[in-house]
C-alpha cells in the first residue's frame, strides 16, 4: 500500500506538468476579450508591419487613453511572416501590412474587411554615418567593391528595392539578402556594408546612426500600406475603431511625423 | 556504449533488469516520444507530395543542401581539431580557474543563437577588434563569406562536442594512461597512443552532435555571414526564407533536410556508436 502511494507522489507531479505543457500548447486565442463585470475590458491585437513599431506603439498608447480599460496589443514582424502566421490561425483583430501582397495572402485564405492604404513608404539608400565608400547615388551601388545588403525578394522591402532598380536599370549584386528591414538596417549601422537600400522611416528611425541619401528611382517603387480588420476578430468593434484611429487625421499625424507619406 | 568491452568490467545493459515495465517511466517516456515526434509527423502530413519531385530537382534546393553539407562538416573538423585538446585541458590538467574556463565552454549553448551572430560580428565584423585588423593586414574579411557560415556553426556547436569528449575522458579508465607514464612514454605520446583510442566512442559522439547541430544552425549563420544564395545561403536559411511566401516550398526544404540528417545520423550510429 505504502509503495502504490510513493508511486503516486512521483507520478502525478510528472503528469500534471505535461498535461500542462499540452495545455500551453492548445492555442487557446489568447485575446479573447476577458469579460469582466463591466463588459468593457477588452484587448485589442494588432498586427503590424515592422517598420510600424515605432509609429503604431505610440497610437496604441492614445488608443488606449481614449478607451479606458481596452489594451492594444502588437505583434510587430515582417509582413510576410505575420500574413503567414495569421492564415495558419493566429488569434488577430487588426493586419497592417507593408505592401498589398501580403494584405491578399491573407484576404485570400480568410474574409478580412476591405483594406485601405493609410500610408506609403519610400526607399533611400542607407549609408553608415561615415559613409566609407562614399556612395551617392542608386548607380554607385553597381560597383563591385561597394558591399551592399537587399531585403530578400520575398518581403516588401525587398520587391520594392527589385523594381527601383529595374525602373534605373541597374544591376547591383548584394553580399545578403536579409529577412527584413531592420536586419538590413542594422548590417548598415554596424558598419558591415557600404550601402542598403531601406525604408526612409527606418533611416529616420535609426536617429542618425545611418544617413539616408534620396534617389528619384524610388518614385517608383512606392509602398503601399493596407490596415484591415480581419473577419474574426475577437475584439469586434473595438478593432475598427482603432483601425480608425489609424486612418484619423490624428494617426496621420503621427505617421507623417515618422517619415511616412499619406497616400 | 559497446566499445567498452572489458575494460570497465561493466556488462550491457538491457538484460540486467528484468521483470514488469514500471509504468511511472514508460508512459512519461512515451509522451516524450509522442512529443517530439509529432511535429514531424504534421510535416509529413502537410507535405505537397505530388509536386515533391519537381520541387526537389530545383537547382537552388541542391545548391542550398550541399552548401550545408559542405559547412557543417567542415565546423565540425575546425571543432575537431580545436574542441578535443580543449576537452582534455579541461579534463586531464589541473589550472586555476578551470571551473570558470568549463563555464564559459558551455556560452554558446546557452546563448541565443541571434546574440551569438552579433557577437561575432562586434568581433569578428569589418568594423571589429580582429576583423578591423584582419581587413587591414590580410585583406580578409569573414562575413558574408562561406568561411563566415562555417565560423558561426563551429561556434554554436563546438560546446557539444567539448562537453561529450570531456564526459569520455572522465570515464576512462587513467590507470592506462598511468602505466603509459611509468613506461616512460610522454604526454602526447599518452594521449595520442592510449587516451585517444580509449575515449573514440566519446569523440565520435560528439561529433556527430555537433555536425548534426552545425547542419540545423540558422540565427546565428543569418546574422554573422548574412544569406546569399550560393555562398551563405544554407537550408535552414531557405527554410525560413520560403515560409515568407510560400509555406509548401518551405515544408519540402525541411523535409529534405530532415531526411539528409536523419540517413546520416542513423547510418553513423550504426556504424560507429553502437557497434560492438
Known sequence: ?263 | MGPRRGLTGRRPAGRAASGRLPWVLVLPAVLGLVFLVLPLAGLLIRAPWPTLLARLAEPHVLEALRLSLVCATVATAVCLLLGVPLAWLLARVDFPGRRLVRALVTVPLVLPPVVGGVALLLVLGRRGLVGQWLEATFGITLPFTTAGVIIAEAFVAMPFLVISVEGALRGADQRFEEAAATLGASRWTIFRRVTLPLIMPGVVAGAVLCWARALGEFGATITFAGNFPGTTRTMPLAVYLALETEPEAAIVLSLVLLAVSVIVLASLRDRWVSAP
Request: glycine residues 8%; aromatic residues 6%.
Open chain 1, 1 to 263: 500500500m505504502f509503495r502504490r502511494l510513493s508511486r503516486w507522489a512521483i507520478a502525478l507531479p510528472v503528469v500534471l506538468a505535461l498535461a500542462g505543457l499540452t495545455g500551453c500548447g492548445s492555442g487557446e486565442p489568447a485575446t479573447s476579450a476577458s469579460a469582466s463585470a463591466g463588459g468593457e475590458a477588452k484587448e485589442v491585437t494588432v498586427f503590424a508591419a515592422a517598420s510600424l513599431t515605432g509609429t503604431f506603439t505610440e497610437l496604441g498608447k492614445v488608443f488606449e487613453a481614449a478607451h479606458p480599460g481596452t489594451t492594444v496589443r502588437f505583434n510587430f514582424g515582417s509582413s510576410a511572416t505575420l500574413a503567414q502566421q495569421i492564415v495558419q490561425g493566429a488569434p488577430a483583430d487588426v493586419f497592417a501590412a507593408a505592401s498589398p501582397a501580403t494584405m491578399k495572402t491573407v484576404s485570400d485564405a480568410s474574409p478580412a474587411s476591405s483594406p485601405s492604404t493609410f500610408v506609403r513608404n519610400k526607399l533611400q539608400i542607407a549609408v553608415p554615418a561615415d559613409n566609407p565608400a562614399k556612395v551617392d547615388d542608386l548607380k554607385d551601388l553597381t560597383d563591385t567593391k561597394v558591399k551592399v545588403a537587399l531585403c530578400a525578394e520575398q518581403v516588401p522591402c525587398g520587391a520594392a528595392a527589385v523594381k527601383a532598380l529595374d525602373a534605373a536599370g541597374l544591376k547591383v549584386t548584394p553580399v545578403t539578402l536579409e529577412q527584413d528591414v531592420k536586419a538590413t538596417l542594422t548590417k548598415v549601422e554596424l558598419g558591415e556594408v557600404d550601402a542598403a537600400l531601406v525604408y526612409k522611416t527606418d533611416v529616420i528611425a535609426s536617429a542618425g546612426k545611418v544617413r539616408g541619401i534620396e534617389f528619384p528611382e524610388a518614385d517608383q517603387a512606392i509602398n503601399d500600406y493596407p490596415i484591415a480588420t480581419l473577419a474574426k476578430a475577437p475584439a469586434g468593434a473595438a478593432a475598427q475603431q482603432f483601425v480608425d484611429l489609424v486612418l484619423s487625421q490624428q494617426g496621420k499625424d503621427v505617421l507623417t511625423k515618422a517619415g511616412f507619406e499619406a497616400p
